[in-house]
C-alpha cells in the first residue's frame, strides 16, 4: 500500500495561484495507472477535479477546466495540481488518490480563496 501526502495549500486572493503536491511512498508513481485529485467543500460531498492516467492522459471536470493542470513528475514520485485563476467556489479540502491502491487517500491540504 503507498502513503500519499498533500501540500501546497493556502489563503489565496481570487484570481491567485497555488501548485498542490502530493508525495508518492511506499511504491513508484510510474506503477500507479491512474492518479486523482479531490476536492470536498463544508457540506458538500467530495467531487473529482483532474485525473491523470498512464501520466498522459488527463481528465478536468467542466468547473476547472483552462484553469487548472494535473501533472506528475516522476523522478519526484509527485503529482501536480497547478491551479490558477482561483474562485472563492475553489475552497476545499484537497485530496489525491491513487486508483490502483484503493483507500490511499492523503490527509489533504485545505485551499482557501478570499479576498
Known amino acids: 500500500q503507498v502513503q500519499l501526502v498533500e501540500s501546497g495549500g493556502g489563503l489565496v486572493q481570487p484570481g491567485g495561484s497555488l501548485r498542490l503536491s502530493c508525495v508518492v511512498s511506499?511504491?513508484?508513481?510510474?506503477?500507479?495507472?491512474?492518479m486523482g485529485w479531490y476536492r470536498q467543500a463544508p457540506g458538500k460531498e467530495r467531487e473529482l477535479v483532474a485525473r491523470v492516467s498512464s501520466g498522459i492522459s488527463t481528465y478536468y471536470a467542466d468547473f476547472v477546466k483552462g484553469r487548472f493542470t494535473v501533472s506528475r513528475d516522476n523522478v519526484k514520485n509527485t503529482l501536480y495540481l497547478q491551479m490558477n485563476s482561483l474562485k472563492p467556489e475553489d475552497t476545499a479540502m484537497y485530496s489525491c488518490?491513487?486508483?490502483?491502491?484503493?483507500?490511499?487517500w492523503g490527509q489533504g491540504t485545505q485551499v482557501t480563496v478570499s479576498s
Open positions: 511506499g511504491g513508484s508513481i510510474i506503477s500507479i495507472k491512474a
Open positions: 488518490a491513487a486508483y490502483d491502491y484503493p483507500g490511499s
